[in-house]
């Protein structure tokens, strides 16, 4: 039942995107089909988690902002569409062993390292979780750069624009924890 909820969301969310400019997407080749994998995209609205979730194929589970979860509706369902909550006051040691598990089973886990979506569309300052993570499982990041649905769903809304532009998705090559020694520019810790 839940491949087959999967499935449908996935098809009705393409075609929303479909409808509301298209979507471009580059780099999908690069998706590790199997393995522990993190993959790390920059954070311009409410839409991007389900982007990543609708374009790539395997099974993901979503690192989440605890806030998310005490809305009615979408804490429910962001348990079932395999998000778990991340404090974002303090360190949530829960939340990262968690991920750490999963990315250890040879799980594939999607994060935002800016932790909070960009209001200006520029790139907040990164937080370390996604390279402490990496390390610590000893499996790539996969980065993915995301433009374009800032103008479909605004970070202040809720609802789509219509006729905002399409979206562009670009999935770049994985980067294996060994290229990540120093940390990456502009990260916290």
């Known amino acids: 039942v839940e491949a087959l909820v999967r499935v449908t969301l996935r098809g009705i969310l393409r075609g929303l995107f479909g409808c509301l400019g298209g979507i471009r997407v ?3 080749e690069n998706v590790p089909q199997e393995g522990g994998v993190i993959i790390a995209g920059n954070h311009r609205s409410h839409m991007d988690p389900v982007l990543i979730g609708v374009l790539i194929s395997r099974p993901l589970w979503f690192i989440a ?4 979860f005490t809305v009615p509706v979408l804490g429910p369902m962001s348990r079932y569409l395999r998000a778990f909550p991340i404090r974002q006051d303090a360190p949530d040691r829960r939340a990262l ?14 994060l935002f390292p800016e932790g909070h ?8 300052p990164l937080q370390g979780g996604a390279v402490l993570l990496a390390r ?3 499996v790539p990041v996969l980065p993915v750069g995301i433009v374009g649905t800032e103008k ?4 202040t809304e809720w609802r789509p624009r219509h006729g905002g532009g399409y979206v562009r998705v670009r999935f ?3 980067i294996q924890p060994a290229e990540l020694t120093g940390g990456l520019p502009g990260t916290k810790g």
């Open 117 to 124: 979506e960009s209001l200006d569309g520029t790139l907040r």
């Open 152 to 155: 479909v769903v605004p970070p």
């Open 65 to 68: 902002t605890d806030e998310l």
């Open 136 to 138: 610590r499982a000893e």
């Open 97 to 110: 062993e968690r991920a750490e598990r999963l990315l250890r089973a040879g799980a594939a886990v999607a």
């Open 172 to 174: 770049g090559r994985p």
């Open 26 to 28: 580059e780099g999908l």
